[in-house]
């Protein structure tokens, strides 16, 4: 399957020419070929590309922070003057920053769409988690420096290609807004020559040529109108619009030869990892015990079971399901064992689980000897903070008692997995009604990080 060639803008340091570069490198690149997709979008809080691309006056609701909403690309997709698509920019950008979880979102995203040709992002002059997104899907990152200072900051986007084990030759530097009227004596004759030897002598890659800084250009975006115009339509006859022809000669050879390679990797890597997202799943199911953890009552072949709990212990080794009767009679007999009755047990069930959202409980256990052990009983919050707890000292119960009597004692031993151990401890929660979802990636990646948080505490009381 075809997928887009993607062109990152990106620079941490603003006023070199990011924008004029995006949006006037698409309108050449269309230029060069009518046939071929070029869709345009920003990251920047501004609404340049709106303002070039747009040719109705009516404002769509989608813009581009629903890129990770679950909506396809393609249908935020806005067909745009020049032959180019474009992406609505957003007001509400950075309030909605905390839809994206990593950076790897974008490139999935797209890499699962129905997008093809070039995409262009233009980025905002911050390593954020959206340009951070735009890197990563990226197969071609065009860096506008200007001065030394702009030169400087292209460590941080290498630093961070690394970090995603990515080559440092996805940078290519572009000398943008230089003054051709300044002229230096010695091997360097102007401020091309310097920055690109700078640039080469750090160990980056450049285009040739540069892109000037034009009086003419500057005006195209200031004007009473509010419109801003392309160099191709309104500046052709300055050298920017040859310098721009050729730089996009060079970008759309870029991706002729290397093709879309980056998002070929991104749809590899995210099949293996649900396959193994998938695969870890089953092994969770596979080291679910077949029945109530008490009663032996066999889970339901269609995994729907109201009112039941759900446990584990800290390996993950052992875990399974308990009906909530049984769960409450356990508690009841060992931690709880002057209340009796239903009505008991419901005020029991009110006490733990009544005040929070589906609550964590803690079950665990010290071995104080081959006879008696304390087992502690706490309520969690759903950040993994202790509410409130109880303890209790029970003992080993002789050979005569087991037949048929199931305690707390009994339950840890089932997880112990015939390995005693000094301490032990069980996280339980309520179930939704397929307890199953709880075993589902992004649920279970919750659990553990509540199971993590848990500190070991022998001295709270008074549940």
């Known amino acids: 399957m075809s997928r887009p060639y993607i062109i990152t803008i990106a620079s941490e340091k603003g006023g070199v020419g990011k924008t004029t570069l995006a949006t006037n490198l698409a309108i050449y690149l269309k230029g060069l070929s009518e046939d071929l997709p070029v869709t345009l979008f920003s990251f920047d809080n501004h609404f340049t590309v709106d303002q070039m691309f747009r040719l109705s006056k009516t404002v769509n609701s989608q813009d581009v922070s629903q890129l990770f909403t679950g909506n396809n690309p393609a249908e935020l997709l806005v067909t745009g003057q020049y032959g180019v ?3 609505q920019s957003s007001h509400n950008l950075f309030e909605n920053q905390h839809r994206v979880q990593s ?5 999935q995203i797209i890499a699962g769409s129905s997008l093809r040709g070039l995409i262009i992002i233009d980025t905002s002059p911050t390593l954020d988690i959206y340009t951070r997104n735009a890197l990563y899907a990226a197969d071609r990152v065009i860096v506008p420096i200007k001065d030394a200072p702009s030169l ?31 002229h230096f004596d010695g091997p360097f004759r102007n401020s091309y020559q310097l920055l690109k030897a700078y640039a080469i002598n750090r160990g980056y890659r450049c285009f040739e040529g540069f892109i000037a800084k034009s009086p003419k250009v500057e005006s195209l975006s200031t004007n009473p109108t509010g419109k801003i115009y392309p160099v191709m339509t309104h500046g052709r006859n300055t050298e ?5 022809t050729h730089l996009a000669r060079q970008v759309y050879l870029d991706y002729l030869e290397q093709g879309p390679t980056r998002l070929k990797q991104v749809a590899h890597d995210l099949y293996h990892q649900e396959e193994h997202v998938l695969q870890q799943y ?10 109530c953890l008490c009663c032996q009552t066999p889970v339901p072949e269609d995994g729907i079971w109201p009112n039941a709990y759900f446990l584990e212990n800290k390996t993950g080794n052992f875990s399974g399901f308990i009906e909530e009767d049984c769960f409450f009679e356990l508690l009841l007999h060992d931690f709880y064992p002057e209340l009796n009755g239903k009505e008991q047990q419901k005020l029991l069930q009110e006490i733990l689980v009544g005040a929070v959202n589906r609550p964590f409980l803690l079950l665990q256990k010290t071995q104080i000897d081959t006879e008696q052990a304390q087992v502690d009983l706490f309520r969690l919050d759903q950040q993994g903070e202790k509410i409130s707890g109880r303890s209790i000292l029970l003992k080993k119960r002789k050979r005569s008692q087991r037949q048929g009597e199931k305690g707390l004692l009994h339950l840890f031993s089932q997880a112990a997995k015939d390995q005693p151990e000094k301490f032990q401890q069980l996280l339980v929660r309520q179930t939704d009604k397929n307890p199953l979802n709880l075993l589902q990636h992004q649920s279970y990646l919750e659990w553990k990080t509540i199971f993590n948080r848990v500190q070991i505490d022998h001295t709270l009381a008074g549940c």
């Open 103 to 107: 950076a790897d979102q974008l490139g």
């Open 282 to 291: 089953q092994v969770r199911i596979n080291n679910l015990q077949s029945t």
């Open 240 to 244: 920017v619009h040859l310098q721009f």
């Open 85 to 87: 698509d474009y992406i």
């Open 152 to 182: 400087e900051n292209c460590r941080n986007l290498t630093d961070f290609l690394v970090q995603q084990n990515r080559s440092k030759s996805v940078l290519k530097l572009l000398p943008c807004l230089i003054d051709t009227r300044i």
